[in-house]
Structures are given as structure tokens and as C-alpha cells.
């Protein structure tokens, strides 16, 4: 079966702009959970999604804000965008939020410039 | 306060000879731990996990991990590495039961293997 699908994989921004990145888990995959990925900061997560609720978030500004839709696929928005904000965003799915394992997509790659 | 230490940010191993790459944690309880490998500009891919049971645990490509729960440590093997095991290696851990996104990444270590 497929899996982690994140679109687009390249998005080039200017400060100020805002972007909107989607994520597709694997079918069945209920919990979507979000990561931004940066050669200073490493892996830090953003938030995660079950049920179309917010679960959990991360100590990340107002800016970052995220949704779920029915069909368990997400989109996380970044509002007003900042030269820190470029980075690889990561999703991953797991069948429940207490699933062990989380299955990463290819993420996206933002730069603001 | 969970938390992971990879104490390595680079690791070179020759083609052919074994390769350890090293992971400590911090967890309240037990711990699920986990193995991940990243390429250039793609994702995260899971390599193994532990939960529950054997404290050695294979997983994809020839790699195996020890879960030592004195020594709160979870050290990534492999008996013989390939130039294609070179690649960003990211260990994990979570509290059993808790969230899948309360998991916490190490800063991860970087496996070179020359030829």
C-alpha cells in the first residue's frame, strides 16, 4: 500500500508570505504528526492530528498552525513567513496515536528567502 | 523529561568491517526505542524498534540493536557495512503507551563508509 505522501517536495517563499503543506498517511492511518527538521534544531515536533482534534503541540509560535480533514489527510500552515522558517517538514502517520511506529513521508523542503 | 544522546555526530567505518553507532536515553517508566535512517532530502525510513521482550532486535538492511536497560543504552550494529549504509542515522525513544508524537529524536549521527 502507499505511503506517506507530502506535497509539494519543493517550496521556494518570501518573508512574509504564508505556505500551506499537505500530507497524505497511509490509508487506515489516523494520527498524522507533524516535525520540522533543521540542521541546528534536529527533529522538533510541531504537532499531531487524530480524529480531525489537535492531540498535541509543540513550543512553536501562532504562525504554525495545522488541520485535519475527515479522510485523515492534513495540512499545516505557516503564516508570515520567517528566514528560520526554512527547513524539511516532516510528516508521519500511525494507525492510532499510541501506535508504536510512526511511517515518515519524503517531507518537504521550504526556504524562504 | 525524556531525552536521547547520540554522542557522535560522525562515525567512519572501511566497507566490510563491523559498524556500532551509539545511542543513550532518558524515559520516566519504560521505553520504546527506535532506529531511523535518513538519505539526502528524503525522510525518515524505519530501520527497528524495541518494545517489549529480547533485548537484541533485528531489523531492515542487516541492522541490529541491544536494548540495555542498566546501562540505558540501545546501540545501532551492523557485523559488516556497506557503502550504502551511509547515510543519517537518527535514534528515538518514547514512553510505553504514550503518544506516538511525544517520541523525542536524538541530534542524530552521520555514518560514512569508505569504499
Known amino acids: 500500500k502507499a505511503g506517506v505522501t507530502q506535497t509539494p517536495r519543493y517550496l521556494i517563499k518570501t518573508r512574509g508570505q504564508q505556505v500551506t503543506l499537505s500530507c497524505s498517511p497511509i490509508?487506515?492511518?489516523?494520527?498524522v504528526s507533524w516535525y520540522q527538521q533543521t540542521p541546528g534544531q534536529g527533529l522538533q515536533f510541531l504537532f499531531e492530528?487524530?480524529?480531525?482534534?489537535?492531540?498535541n503541540k509543540g513550543n512553536f509560535p501562532g504562525r504554525f498552525s495545522g488541520r485535519q480533514f475527515s479522510n485523515s489527510r492534513s495540512e499545516m500552515n505557516v503564516s508570515t513567513l520567517e528566514l528560520g522558517d526554512s527547513a524539511l517538514y516532516l510528516c508521519a502517520s500511525s494507525f492510532s496515536s499510541t501506535d508504536t511506529e510512526a511511517f515518515f513521508g519524503q517531507g518537504t523542503r521550504l526556504t524562504v528567502v | 523529561a525524556q531525552s536521547v544522546a547520540q554522542p557522535e555526530d560522525q562515525v567512519n567505518v572501511a566497507e566490510g568491517n563491523p559498524l556500532t553507532v551509539k545511542c543513550t536515553y532518558s524515559v520516566s517508566g519504560n521505553p520504546y526505542l527506535f532506529w531511523y535512517v535518513q538519505y539526502p532530502n528524503r525522510g525518515l525510513q524505519f530501520l527497528l524498534k524495541?518494545?517489549?521482550?529480547?533485548?537484541l532486535v533485528k531489523g531492515s538492511y542487516g541492522f541490529e540493536a541491544e536494548f540495555n536497560k542498566s546501562q540505558t543504552s540501545f546501540h545501532l550494529k551492523k557485523p559488516s557495512a556497506l557503502v550504502s549504509d551511509s547515510a543519517l542515522y537518527f535514534c528515538?525513544?518514547?514512553?510505553?503507551?504514550?503518544?506516538?508524537?511525544?517520541?523525542?529524536f536524538g541530534s542524530g549521527t552521520r555514518l560514512s563508509i569508505r569504499p
Open positions: 528515538a525513544v518514547r514512553a510505553a503507551y504514550s503518544s506516538a508524537s511525544k517520541i523525542i
Open positions: 524495541y518494545i517489549t521482550g529480547d533485548n
Open positions: 492530528y487524530f480524529s480531525e482534534t489537535q492531540r
Open positions: 490509508s487506515g492511518h489516523r494520527s
